[in-house]
């Protein structure tokens, strides 16, 4: 069975400073990661994804995950928080076959002036 | 190009009534997911459409809940006998094959009184 973990509900940062999501999960098998962002009152959009190339994913808005199989993460971070990051980021994990989506409970990230 | 579309983006009845929700995937995607998205939760799957046939139906939670893909485009998920824990966000996704990008609609927010 899949599931993901993300710790932390709610996490503030200062304008400017480093942004860092945190993600665990569980798969019996290969996981393919995704983060995904959903800002107020619009759908959810695809920040970044990993399917098994590269471990360091580059996503839109200068955000990036590692994907680390021995610490079972898939952590989203951003070196320098602007304003308009302010969202609920949700972490996902399939399986190969892409029928299913498991996704976390969500962090709603506020920016602080 | 149009994106995913869901109607109606608010729809409220009463418990033991019927309902409807209708999404339009982009155009010429394959794969259309729906979901449901609980207040202060992460979209849980329900049911995971290839072309017309429904490919994975096991997240939905009991045989009140239905969904219909017929010509492979336009998907109609059915409820009924609505019950007030069915309320919730329902949103939809299509992506051009699975584990492509999903592209995620606005979502129906169900209300049952």
């Known amino acids: 069975a899949q599931s993901v973990t993300q710790l932390g509900s709610h996490v503030s940062v200062s304008e400017g400073a480093l942004v860092l999501l945190r993600c665990n999960y569980s798969?019996?098998?290969?996981?393919?990661l995704f983060w995904y962002v959903q800002y107020p009152n619009q759908g959810l959009q695809l920040l970044l994804k990993?399917?098994?190339?590269?471990?360091l994913v580059k996503g839109i808005n200068g955000f990036e995950a590692e994907f680390k199989k021995s610490e079972t993460s898939f952590h989203l971070t951003k070196p320098s928080a602007h304003m308009s990051d302010a969202a609920e980021y949700f972490c996902a994990v399939s399986v190969n076959t892409g029928n299913q989506f498991y996704f976390g409970t969500g962090t709603s990230l506020t920016v602080i002036p | 190009g149009a994106g995913v579309s869901q109607t109606p983006s608010n729809k409220v009845t009463e418990k033991g009534k019927y309902v409807e929700l209708r999404c339009d995937p982009i155009?010429?995607?394959?794969?259309l997911y729906w979901y449901r998205q609980s207040l202060g939760q992460g979209p849980e799957f329900l049911i995971y459409?290839?072309?017309?046939?429904?490919?994975?139906d096991s997240g939905l939670p009991n045989d009140r809940f239905f969904a219909v893909r017929p010509e492979g485009s336009v998907s109609t998920l059915k409820i009924q006998r609505t019950e007030r824990g069915d309320s919730a966000v329902y949103l939809c996704a299509s992506s051009l094959t699975s584990l492509d990008t999903q592209y995620f609609g606005p979502g129906t927010r169900l209300t049952v009184l």
């Open positions: 798969s019996s098998v290969p996981p393919y």
């Open positions: 459409f290839q072309g017309t046939g429904a490919a994975d």
């Open positions: 990993y399917t098994s190339a590269a471990t």
């Open positions: 155009s010429g995607h394959t794969a």
